[in-house]
């Protein structure tokens, strides 16, 4: 079975990203797709948070055991199963690619394909520029010579790196309305 996900950006209204991935693939191969067709590095920690359909948290899957005392399951990306905690058309994560800045993309399993199988996921439609994987947070700090005041990290709103609230509609929206490079 083929799970086609969808992507998109908050950062970056026109990037969008379709991934399809075998449904017992792992999480670290949907990563490294994930990855590849954002044109990123592999070398960050990231995670996929599974979301309720209010896009709340509802399980991480990450790369790492960050050695978590919790008594919440501990998933890992090359141990876990798309399978395993996606079942349903509409199921919602996030990709966090940029941990330390809160920063990722909105997902949602847009379609399942039965009877068809992939050896490794794939991406098969990517339109507009990824917002930058990593972002240089010295570039903010106060840098003027002159004694002029400068931004600095600490003045930045929390709304600087993208908002939590997106049009939904994106996730939905027909390719057909959707310039794809």
Known sequence: MIYKFRLISDEESRF???IEADADDTFF??????LEAAGYTKDQVDSFIICDEDW???KEVTLVDMGSDSDQDIWLMDETRLSDLIEDEGQK???EFDILSNRGFF???????PSKHLSQPLCTRKSGTAPKQILDLDAFE???AKGATAVGI???GEDFYGSDEF???ELDASYNDVDFE
């Not at 997902?107 to 394909?113: A, G, N, Q, S």
């Open 167 to 169: 049009n939904e509609d």
């Open 56 to 58: 709340n948290k509802d």
């Open 142 to 144: 106060p840098t003027s």
């Open 29 to 34: 191969n949907l990563r490294n797709a994930i």
């Open 93 to 95: 994560l996030m990709f």
């Open 107 to 113: 997902m949602e399993m847009k379609e399942l394909i």
């Open 16 to 18: 969008k990203l379709e």
């Open 154 to 156: 600490d003045d930045l």
